[in-house]
C-alpha cells in the first residue's frame, strides 16, 4: 500500500494548503475587517479576491478529479458521505455568492454591510474548513479500505501525468496574486464555474 499512502499524502498537501489560506482569511477577519466601520474598496477587492481563487483552488483539486471517482467506481459506501461533502461545497458557493452581490450593489461602508460582508465570508471559509476535515477524517480511510492496489497506482500515474501537463502548460506564467494590481469582477465571479460539488 506504498502507492496509497503516496497518494493520500500528496492530497493532503493540496489540503494543506487550502487549509492555510482559509485559516489565513479568518484570521484576518476576526482582527482588523469585523472591527471597522467601514471597508476601504482595496479591502473589499482582497477579499473578493481570495474567496474566488480559494473556490477555483477547491474545485479543482486532485481530490475531486482522481480520487473521487476512483473512489465512487470501487464501492457506494461513500456515496452518502460525498453527498454531505456536496452540501458543504454548496453552502460555501452560496456564501461567496452572498458576499459578491453584497459588494456589487453597494460599498462596505457602513457597520452593517461589515457585518453581512464579514458574515458571509466566515460561512464560506467555515464550511470549506469543515469540508476538508471530513475528507480527511472519513473519506480517506474510507478510500484506503475499497480503493484496490492496482487503481491507487492509476491514480497516483494520473496525479504525476496531471502534474507534468500543468508544468508544462503554464509555461513558466504565475498566477494574478492577491493585492497586486489584480482587480476581481464580482459579476464575472458569481457566474463562472459550477458549484463546487463533486459529479455524480
Not at 123 to 144: D, I, T
Amino acid at each position: 500500500m506504498l502507492t496509497a499512502t503516496y497518494t493520500l499524502v500528496a492530497l493532503s498537501v493540496e489540503q494543506t494548503s487550502v487549509r492555510t489560506s482559509l485559516q489565513s482569511l479568518q484570521k484576518l477577519l476576526h482582527s482588523t475587517l469585523r472591527h471597522q466601520p467601514a471597508l476601504t474598496p482595496m479591502q473589499v477587492d482582497v477579499a473578493c479576491d481570495t474567496i474566488r481563487r480559494l473556490y477555483e483552488s477547491c474545485h479543482w483539486r486532485k481530490l475531486d478529479k482522481f480520487l473521487i471517482p476512483a473512489l465512487r467506481r470501487a464501492s457506494s459506501v461513500a456515496d452518502k458521505l460525498i453527498d454531505e461533502l456536496d452540501a458543504l461545497s454548496q453552502a460555501a458557493s452560496d456564501a461567496m455568492a452572498t458576499a459578491l452581490n453584497l459588494v456589487e450593489a453597494a460599498a462596505v461602508d457602513s457597520e452593517a454591510r461589515v457585518r453581512q460582508f464579514c458574515s458571509a465570508l466566515e460561512r464560506f471559509c467555515s464550511a470549506l474548513l469543515e469540508r476538508l476535515e471530513r475528507e480527511e477524517r472519513e473519506l480517506f480511510p474510507m478510500a484506503g479500505s475499497v480503493i484496490s492496489g492496482e487503481d491507487w497506482f492509476a491514480i497516483a500515474n494520473q496525479m504525476l501525468a496531471h502534474d507534468a501537463h500543468h508544468q508544462e502548460s503554464r509555461g513558466g506564467e504565475t498566477r494574478p496574486r492577491v493585492g497586486r494590481g489584480f482587480m476581481p469582477r464580482p459579476e464575472r465571479a458569481q457566474r463562472q464555474g459550477p458549484p463546487l460539488s463533486y459529479a455524480h
